[in-house]
């Protein structure tokens, strides 16, 4: 089992920048694929992209290519979503996930979630 925690969130202007983290404790998140979603007011939970057990592939939605990067830090058992370029459409709840399905997108393939963190992106 692993426990989540991200952090990271907060308001920023549109075209700007913020990292998040997820901190994994329990087992080591390199057990796992590791994904980061996102939930608007009123919307679905949805998947925002994802990385490998090995680190060494990530893949994304189409809405976040190009400008949102994930990568993680073994030592600190740490992954990170880099986001630049943030719209006002991007403002959600951010959560990270830990599951075991290869390159899983969906909510029922991620078995472990952490609480969230709100990123408010101002226009």
């Known amino acids: 089992q692993v426990q989540l925690v991200e952090s990271g969130g907060g308001l920023v202007q549109a075209g700007g920048s913020l990292r998040l983290s997820c901190a994994a404790s329990?087992?080591?998140?390199?057990?796992?694929?590791m994904g980061w979603f996102r939930q608007a007011p009123g919307k679905e939970r949805e998947f925002v992209g994802g990385v490998s057990r090995s680190g060494g592939s990530t893949y994304y939605a189409d809405s976040v290519k190009g400008r949102f990067t994930i990568s993680g830090d073994n030592a600190k058992n740490t992954v990170y979503l880099q986001m630049n370029s943030l719209k006002p459409e991007d403002t959600a709840v951010y959560y990270c996930a830990a599951g075991r399905t290869i390159m899983a997108t969906t909510r029922k393939e991620y078995a472990y979630w952490g609480q969230g963190t709100q990123v408010t992106v101002s226009s």
């Open positions: 329990g087992r080591t998140f390199s057990s796992y694929v």
